[in-house]
């Protein structure tokens, strides 16, 4: 006799649900059941959302942060920013606790990871020389380097002070007050502010 199990498709949405990062096997069970039990309608708006998103979200073809269809993210199309100061993180999401934080207006520059020899990340693998070629065309603009204070942050920040050390920009770099070794989306409003306030040339 075969043992009771969910239907085909229940079981292919667990392993999909599954897949997510934080949704264990009795987790992923649980967000199913929700679905099965609310009905169509929840079910047809999660996946109208997740086809959107997959569909229509693409990386800003200047800075690199979250856009639509190909065009330019709000901070890049946004007349009213300071296009004198270039704040330069490794991730997109490390923009959203900068701009949550209120004081930065400036524009930002999504370099896609940091330097890692350990995880084989070279200069090359990252948004390097889209940075060099946006401080050329930013002359006498301050590059803030907001990365990560950890060895793999230092390596990337030092390597690029040194490639923007013969272009027309200043470099600084975030006060210390951050924790050490973590990325800024662990940091605190107040912590990030007092971080850009005291930022440092490097
Ligand atoms: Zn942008």
Request: proline share 6%.
């Given at each position: 006799?075969?043992?009771?199990?969910?239907?085909?498709?229940?079981?292919?949405?667990?392993?999909?649900?599954?897949?997510?990062?934080?949704?264990?096997?009795?987790?992923?069970?649980?967000?199913?059941?929700?679905?099965?039990?609310?009905?169509?309608?929840?079910?047809?708006?999660?996946?109208?959302?997740?086809?959107?998103?997959?569909?229509?979200?693409?990386?800003?073809?200047?800075?690199?942060?979250?856009?639509?269809?190909?065009?330019?993210?709000?901070?890049?199309?946004?007349?009213?920013?300071?296009?004198?100061?270039?704040?330069?993180?490794?991730q997109p999401t490390?923009?959203?606790?900068?701009?949550?934080?209120?004081?930065?207006?400036?524009?930002?520059?999504?370099?896609?990871?940091?330097?890692?020899?350990?995880?084989?990340?070279?200069?090359?693998?990252?948004?390097?020389?889209?940075?060099?070629?946006?401080?050329?065309?930013?002359?006498?603009?301050?590059?803030?380097?907001?990365?990560?204070?950890?060895?793999?942050?230092?390596?990337?920040?030092?390597y690029l002070a040194?490639?923007?050390?013969?272009?027309?920009?200043?470099?600084?770099?975030?006060?210390?007050?951050?924790?050490?070794?973590?990325?800024?989306?662990?940091?605190?409003?107040?912590?990030?502010?007092?971080?850009?306030?005291?930022?440092?040339?490097?």
């Amino acid at each position: 006799m075969k043992a009771q199990d969910y239907p085909p498709p229940v079981r292919e949405l667990i392993a999909r649900l599954k897949r997510m990062p934080g949704v264990g096997t009795r987790g992923a069970e649980r967000h199913a059941l929700w679905f099965l039990q609310h009905g169509r309608a929840d079910a047809r708006a999660l996946a109208a959302a997740l086809m959107a998103a997959a569909d229509e979200v693409t990386p800003c073809p200047r800075c690199g942060f979250f856009a639509s269809n190909g065009e330019l993210c709000t901070a890049c199309s946004d007349p009213a920013r300071d296009n004198s100061l270039l704040c330069v993180v490794e991730q997109p999401t490390d923009v959203l606790p900068i701009e949550r934080c209120g004081t930065f207006r400036g524009l930002y520059h999504c370099l896609g990871g940091k330097i890692s020899a350990l995880d084989n990340v070279l200069p090359e693998d990252l948004a390097v020389a889209q940075l060099l070629e946006r401080v050329r065309e930013l002359p006498g603009c301050e590059v803030i380097l907001a990365i990560s204070s950890d060895v793999e942050g230092e390596v990337t920040a030092l390597y690029l002070a040194e490639q923007l050390a013969v272009l027309d920009c200043r470099v600084t770099r975030l006060a210390q007050g951050m924790p050490a070794g973590a990325g800024l989306s662990q940091a605190d409003a107040i912590t990030l502010t007092r971080a850009f306030e005291g930022r440092k040339g490097i």
